[in-house]
């Protein structure tokens, strides 16, 4: 079943299109990756995607809902949930204090997501840091931080914004196992990432963008290896 | 503090003891201070208090810089003075209409300026406070302008009054602990450190930052209520600029974001302005460069240093995981 | 001709909001904060230059340049005593950034104002003019030797400072400083040095505003109150930082109040001008002349 799709996305600065008629189609269960060199529109996409932008044009269809120009906070309890590239944790609470109040903003009462901060916050390997200011925490850990604030409820959709940029190898290690532990619980992702080992290691399929359309969709190993793709990649950055 | 006392319900319920301390010891104070002229310094005291946990609600809390909080106290007191002036509605109507109607306008300013942060909101703010004061001296047929308004009191007794004030201070406190307590006090707090960080994980940040700013100005109307029955006379001078600049200092020097701050804050600013008085009157320049000290040098101000100081002093082992 | 009278009367006042406007807009654009304390440059410029002439029997030309100095000197004493953590490598202080300006430069201004008020006293001093004129027509305009002097003296400043901002090298700093400051750092432009003369240049024209305008206000403690309101609504119009869009929109808003106060209501003049900030904030946050920006 698809779970996420767009219809003619389109988003427009000043003169510049940085998303122009966008279909895209997230399936049910599994990790979407969306990679394209810098400026190819992925980060306005999945802003348009997680309700940050209004588009100009086209729509956004969420578990066969119409949710176009839906607000973040709409979007978020319907279980489409965003992660962004530079953390936004809540720094002068605690990490403990984090993981409860994204517990109780997504409707779960005090003790049960009390119970779910203590869970997330072993598996994650925060537990020794949990009572430290979310401020106090190092970039890795606000990273795996976030990703339990946006599992303490289970998400339909996680959106996640270049989550491996600038993490400690070891940290990245922990970040992919989370992600393919709940991939395999039946968790979707779309993961926005320059990182190809990883995108190919974690990814069923990809998608590529290039100056904002899209320019392929498929299994991983097939697109990266898409001409059109190694063509829009040269020139930037070969990681392929 | 790297142990379960840096738990938010842990900080809070430690911070609420203090300031149920600071309470007790107000409503003690009758017993050795009798004089009706420093009861009246103590009352006074206190509508600042209530100013200071009002302004703090909405800036240390829900992390809204208003300048406007005088603005609400002006307003609340207008409310009950303009209703008996003009209609002879009595007061047990007036200050509850006070309270109603500036949440509502609290409210609609909330409203009004949601999407603004930072300088931006701190302005329109400051706009709003202005605005206000100038249409209340400038409707001289309505107001009576800056000669101000005449306005019944509740009662003779000052003590009563001491202890109305007292127990006014001591159900706000409540108030605010039981709300910071909640999942509304931790989507405050959210708002505060991340606004867009708690929009994306489903806290409708509209719907809080209205009401943080609806609660924060009916406590300021209230005090404000309270305040212009106790002096029998209102003026825009309540809603001055400066009088703003008080509560903040108030509150910066106290400490920001706690519940005993802001009343500690309150009580020694106020107190300690009145004793400098009979010293050559610089109380205003002390406390403006007290403010600055603080902000530059202790964020946390006196409560956060004295709260940090207790928690280093125990042993580590007595915390245990909660 | 009564409109003709107002128009250029307005156009002297917006010159006069003008030049205590664009320091505003400059410390707006580089940091991104509002200077509350920024009228009290004002009242420090007016009393610097009545006490110099009244007290040390100094011309009041030589007074005015002595003024000058002292509002640099303390815009440069408020930036390095005071604002450096809000960009020095403080980390952590990031996100009370605004919280912190706010309450330092409002709690500045209430300390530069008891200051003031204890040491020199609470009473309006009456400052010397430049030159001893009475009121004067020309057609149909009613002018007044001083504010004219004043008036021409802020217009050499303002092209001055313009000049200064295109084409020097310090004012191509602060320009790359406003627009990048890490990219202004990384070009190796000390990025600190330049906000220092940021703050020496804001206070330095807000000071002289005030000893220009000395001998008409008779300046009192609490006088810097009502010029700093004016420049927040003339910052925001302008577009938040611009300094440009100051200039243009002080003179606007000279000439709007000064014919709202005779049409439409003198007792509200002033609450016009922060009625049109409200409304420019809530609806047009970008200012009326200014881009948008995008936040996120």
Sequence with gaps: ?240 | MSDARNLWSHRLAVDFRAALVVVAVLAAAPIVVTSPYTLGILIVSMYFALLAMGWNLLAGFAGQFSLAPAAFAMLGAYVPGLLDYHWHVSLAVGIPAGIVGTAIVGWLLGRVVLRLRGPYLALTTLSFAEIARVVISNSYDFTRGAQGLNVPTLMQSRVGYYYLFVAVVLVVLAGLFFVMRSAIGRFWLAIRDDETGAESRGIDVVRYKTLAFALSCAICGLAGALYGTFSQLVSPELGLLLQTGIVIAMVVIGGIGTLTGPLVGALLVYLASEWMRGLGNVQMIVFSALVIIFARFFREGLWGLVARRRVRALPRAAAGAR | MLVVDLFVNGLIVGLFYALMAVGLAMIFGVLKIVNFAHGEFYMIGAYTYVLVALKLGVSPWAALPLAAIAGALVGWLVERSLMRPLYAGYGSWSIMKDEYAVVVTFGLSLFLINLVDKVVGPYPYRGPALVETSRFAIGPVMLNGQKLIAAGVSAALLIGLALFIKRSLWGRQIQAVAQNRLGASLAGIDATRTTSLIFAISGLLAALSGALLAPVINPSPDVGGFPAVKSYVIVVLGGMGSVWGAMIASLLLGVLESFFAVYVSYDYRDAFGLLILMLVLIFRPQGLLGEKVREL
């Design chain 1, 1 to 240: 079943m698809t779970l996420l799709r767009t219809e003619g996305l389109a988003k427009h600065f000043g003169g510049v299109a940085a998303v122009d008629d966008l279909a895209l189609a997230v399936e049910e269960g599994e990790i979407l990756g969306l990679i394209g060199p810098n400026g190819s529109g992925k980060t306005t996409a999945l802003n348009m995607l997680s309700g940050f932008l209004v588009p100009d044009r086209g729509s956004v269809w969420f578990a066969d809902e119409n949710v176009t120009g839906k607000k973040p906070v709409a979007l978020a309890r319907r279980g489409l949930l965003r992660m962004f590239q530079t953390t936004r944790v809540f720094v002068r609470i605690s990490a403990f204090d984090n993981l409860l109040t994204a517990g109780l903003a997504r409707g779960l009462d005090e003790a049960e997501a009390r119970e779910r901060a203590r869970v997330l916050l072993e598996e994650l390997t925060l537990t020794p840091v949990m009572y430290l200011d979310a401020g106090q925490l190092s970039g890795g850990q606000r990273k795996l931080l976030e990703f339990g604030m946006c599992f303490i409820a289970p998400p339909r959709l996680a959106l996640l914004d270049e989550p491996f940029a600038a993490v400690h190898p070891v940290m990245r290690e922990t970040m992919a196992r989370f992600i393919r532990r709940r991939n395999e619980e039946g968790h979707t992702f779309l993961v926005v990432s320059h990182d190809m080992p990883i995108v190919v290691e974690l990814c069923d399929r990809a998608a590529c963008m290039n100056a904002g359309r899209l320019i392929a969709i498929g299994a991983t190993r097939d697109v990266l290896q898409d001409p059109v793709v190694i063509e829009a990649y040269l020139g930037s950055e070969s990681h392929v």
